[in-house]
């Protein structure tokens, strides 16, 4: 990261020399202006065309300032979002950070932290950082301008004379306070209302995407009213809150106006006096115009900017409690123990509890050798698949060892994750799509009875909807046949298919991964025949024996 440094920094100083150039053309305009109606005052025809000239020259800069200027820091903020993102991906998934918050152990909507929030934390803070310091020199700028050409003010107290120098400039400062603590009391609940906004919209888009996902489930049942009513009812939500968008920000225009219009008026109506005692020119009277009104805007510009500081701060607060959940994760722990010397499995004392503490099932001591077929049994809820949970590692809940020896291995889930893409990145998943030759994935589609998708291997689709249950389980076993673990867990993955099929894939499995170490979690008695030995759990008393 540290090499990404110091461009990113010499991007930063550019946007911010860019800024400051524009602040100076700004200032450049104002003198400009000045000489310009003094020229028209004066009836000066060669100077007229001078000014002009020198209009074309200040609007010219202006054009590649600005072109310049959004070009760079868009670049860098790009590379910020860019650098923030791999961070942040890296920690997602570092200790499988991504399957915990799955199980509600983390912030709520971590996909859209990394995708929304690092967007808006990226873009908000480059635009009100630069825009803060841009800002602050304008102020400095035209505060000059406008100190200059005030003069002094002369209040007759009683008997006694109280001169107030920069006059206007104090008029400014007064009405820019005024202005911001008036908004704030108009305005200060659109934040909340904003934040909530946002809220309901995710909820909408939440809603409908599910409908995309569980179509074929929502046809069969017929759920299509259903459906529609919750998303019309989500959709009710927005429209409520956005009445209350529409009331405020109504507010908010008509006192953004108010003091825009009046903020006019306020220095024609101070000027007006000096100019009429020819105390000044009518380039003088314009210039001061138009500087009081800049260092007004200047002076409001937290008040301009009060929804985007707000929402910036809650995202910096969303972002913070994210990294501090993926830094100290509530239960990074597993059961698991590394033990590469090891050659069998060793399950010691082992003690599976649910999140709330609750036991779940009997103490288990259990030893799988290697070349051992274990088939694993129990009533429904029992445990089973917790106990593959806990033998991947995944289960931290409970107590006990599991000294689990080096070697490749592989679980298979009743539903097997198939990517999008082509069939040929799903086979070789997790690898990367060319992991295995095109002939080793064609005879394995062959070996599961799948040589009907032999020809289809570059062809990308979403085969987790195209495949039936039982073709997507077939090709979780051409996985299996292609990746040769040494230890496999299954875990019910051969339920939705036939008998037939079944057994077929079992004596695959046997044939052509001799020396393999199998532990299957299956209700059907007909897999018996393929273990060698079975481990029946029930809740009093766990039970071992030969097949
Ligand atoms: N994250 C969780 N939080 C709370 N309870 C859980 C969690 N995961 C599983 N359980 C509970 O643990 C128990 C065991 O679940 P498990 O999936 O291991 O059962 P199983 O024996 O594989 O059942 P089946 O034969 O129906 O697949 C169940 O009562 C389940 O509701």
């Known amino acids: 990261m540290s090499e990404d440094r110091w461009p990113a920094r010499g991007l930063l100083m550019l946007v911010i020399a860019f800024d400051l150039l524009i602040v100076y053309r700004y200032t450049r305009l104002s003198y ?31 054009i590649m300032l600005d072109a310049a200027r959004t070009y760079t820091a868009q670049y860098l903020e790009i590379r910020w ?28 909507n971590p996909d859209q932290r990394i995708a929304e929030d690092l967007r808006l934390m990226a873009s908000n803070t480059l635009e009100l ?46 009405y820019a306070v005024a202005g911001s603590w008036a908004m704030e009391k108009i305005g200060g609940r659109m934040v909340t209302i904003d934040y909530t906004q946002q809220q309901r919209e995710a909820d909408f888009r939440v809603l409908l995407v599910r409908v995309r996902e569980y179509a074929e489930q929502i046809a069969f049942y017929r759920g299509e009213k259903a459906e529609e009513t919750r998303l019309r009812d989500s959709f009710q939500a927005i429209r409520a809150n956005w009445r209350e968008i529409m009331t405020y920000t109504k507010r908010i225009t008509i006192a953004d106006s108010f003091y825009t219009e009046v903020g006019a008026i306020v220095p024609t109506l101070l000027v007006g006096p000096r100019y009429f005692a020819h105390q000044m ?29 707000a929402l910036l701060r809650s995202v910096y607060r969303r972002l913070v409690e994210f990294e501090r959940v993926l830094a100290h994760p509530s239960d990074a722990r597993t059961l698991l123990e590394p033990a590469p010397d090891a050659t069998a499995i060793e399950v010691r004392g082992l003690r599976l509890r649910l999140p709330d503490g609750s036991a779940l099932g009997d103490t288990l001591d259990w030893r799988i050798a290697p070349g051992e077929r274990w088939l694993i049994r129990g009533p429904s809820g029992v445990g089973k698949s917790t106990l593959l949970r806990a033998l991947a590692g995944l289960w931290p809940h409970g107590s006990g060892e599991i000294a689990m020896p080096a070697g490749r291995e592989m679980f298979l889930p009743q539903q097997s994750y198939l990517p999008v893409g082509s069939l040929r990145a799903c086979l070789c998943y997790p690898g990367d799509a060319q992991r295995f030759s095109v002939d080793e994935c064609i005879a394995v589609l062959h070996a599961v009875r799948l040589e009907a998708l032999a020809g289809e291997l570059d062809a990308y689709d979403n085969w987790a909807k195209r495949l039936s249950p039982g073709e997507q389980q077939r090709l979780a076993f051409a996985r ?30 046997i044939e052509r991964l001799p020396g393999l170490t199998l532990v299957s979690v299956a209700h059907r008695e007909s897999l018996a025949v393929f273990h060698t030995k079975v481990l029946e759990l029930a809740d009093e008393r766990a039970r071992i024996a030969d097949l």
């Open 32 to 62: 400009w202006q000045k000489d310009f109606y003094d020229v028209l005052t004066n009836y000066d025809v060669d100077a007229f065309y001078q000014r002009l000239l020198e209009l074309a020259v200040i609007a010219t800069a202006g």
């Open 81 to 108: 979002r860019n650098w923030m993102t791999d961070v942040f991906l890296g920690r997602w998934f570092y200790g499988r950070a991504y399957y915990r918050f799955e199980r509600g152990h983390g912030a709520d």
């Open 129 to 174: 950082g630069l825009g803060l310091l841009s800002n602050i020199v304008t102020l400095a700028s035209f505060a000059v301008i406008v100190w200059g050409l005030s003069g002094t003010l002369s209040l007759a107290l009683g008997g006694t004379t109280l001169e107030v120098p920069g006059y206007i400039f104090w008029a400014a400062v007064l």
């Open 281 to 309: 020119t009518f380039g003088d009277y314009m210039q001061l115009g138009q500087a009081f009104m800049r260092v007004r805007v200047s002076l409001s510009w937290f008040i301009y900017k009060y929804k985007e500081l």
């Open 480 to 509: 299996v046949l292609l990746h040769k673990p040494v230890w496999l867990f299954l875990d019910e993955a051969t339920a939705s298919l036939d008998p037939r099929n079944e057994a077929l894939l079992y004596r695959l499995l």
